[in-house]
């Protein structure tokens, strides 16, 4: 514990250990516990012996810095897309209906396991979560499936492989028209090479700048409430 206070200790102000330094390290070794005090207090020196600008110019940083990490971490992501319209005789009123039944019965969970085990997908994920929430994230994240005009629609499957976007969609979609008998679908469109969609990763950045502003009001306001105590 001992060991704890004395690093804690440094998180003072430079020119303030300077000053009390030996004074305050034989305090330490006589104190017993205060730990929480000493964080508190290593804190309100440090506001104190900063202006505001520093503050908030710190925090900014820091949170572009950060935000900006994590963005350039996020992977790009590649969308396949393929287009089905139904079939004639089939009642336009009932369209979307008889598809929307179609892919819930298509994209079940027992299906989409079986794709994700024969196409090797979600590896990482499946190491970290268990399969019935990788299936789940595959079926409201990763599949799409919405009008494309009258008649038709269209099946989307996204991933960081542009490869294997265009392999699963073209057997989601597949999978779709067989699958959905009542509704005729036909394919207009096969699954097409995917499309490289990047990351807005400058609204991370944004994100993380303004994070870093609102620390430093929070910042601030303690500094203030620590220059008015007595």
Not at 40 to 61: D, E, H, P, Y
Not at 167 to 190: F, P, S, W, Y
Not at 191 to 196: Q, W
């Amino acid at each position: 514990m001992k060991r704890a206070r004395l690093l804690v200790a440094r998180l003072y102000p430079k020119a303030w250990r300077e000053r009390y330094g030996a004074e305050f390290d034989a305090l330490l070794e006589e104190a017993d516990g205060g730990l929480v005090d000493l964080i508190k207090g290593a804190v309100s020196m440090n506001l104190q012996s900063l202006s505001l600008k520093t503050i908030v110019v710190v925090c900014a940083t820091a949170g572009v810095m950060l935000a900006t990490g994590i963005a350039l971490a996020m992977p790009d992501v590649y969308i396949s897309t393929a287009v089905l319209r139904v079939g004639p005789g089939v009642d336009p009123d009932r369209v979307g209906a008889l598809v929307s039944a179609a892919s819930k019965e298509v994209f079940q969970r027992r299906a989409l396991s079986t794709i994700v085990e024969q196409e090797q997908l979600y590896l990482k994920e499946r190491q970290r979560e268990p399969l019935e929430d990788v299936i789940e994230q595959m079926r409201t994240k990763d599949i799409g499936v919405r009008p494309a005009g009258p008649g038709a629609f269209e099946v989307t499957y996204r991933s960081s492989d542009p490869a294997k976007a265009q392999q699963v969609n073209a057997i989601l979609a597949e999978r779709l028209r067989a699958g959905a008998t009542q509704a005729k679908l036909e394919m207009i469109d096969e699954a097409s090479a995917a499309d490289h969609i990047a990351p807005v990763r400058w609204r991370v950045s944004v994100a993380g700048g303004l994070a870093g502003l609102g620390i430093a009001s929070l910042l601030g306001a303690m500094r203030r409430f620590t220059r008015s105590k007595p």
